[in-house]
């Protein structure tokens, strides 16, 4: 078996529970979910889903740059929702984030998420360059 790499970094929130922020095992990486927490407070930005997307892609850069890899490189994403009604704001914001050809993705309309989140994302990296 490949070894098998915890990723970490300050830049942003620390894990909420027994997981790493990523792991890496050959050239892919797993991005545990992330929400809306400002790392320096750990609580949820203000603002809505909006502005909680905002932060979790802020959150989701820090770690795929500690990973030493790039947006470019994630293949898949999960996204959930507490309300599919912001299904739109997640693709005008997936506009500003990615470029063609975007990742495969999957939206899931949940009942919960961590600290009431409105929106969780995590993803699935492959690079020939780690």
Known sequence: MA???????????????PYSQ???I???????????????TTE???GGCEA???QVFKNMQAVVTAAGATFNDIVKLTIYLKDL???SIVNDMMKTQFQEPYPARTTIQVAALPKGALVELD????????
């Open 3 to 17: 070894s098998f790499k915890s990723i970490h970094t300050v830049e942003a929130p620390k894990a909420i529970g």
């Open 22 to 24: 990523a792991t890496q």
């Open 26 to 40: 050959g050239n892919f990486i797993f991005l545990s979910g992330q929400i809306g927490l400002d790392p320096s």
């Open 44 to 46: 949820l930005v203000n």
């Open 52 to 54: 909680e997307l905002k």
């Open 85 to 87: 009604k912001d299904f």
């Open 123 to 130: 993803a699935i990296i492959i690079s020939a360059e780690f």
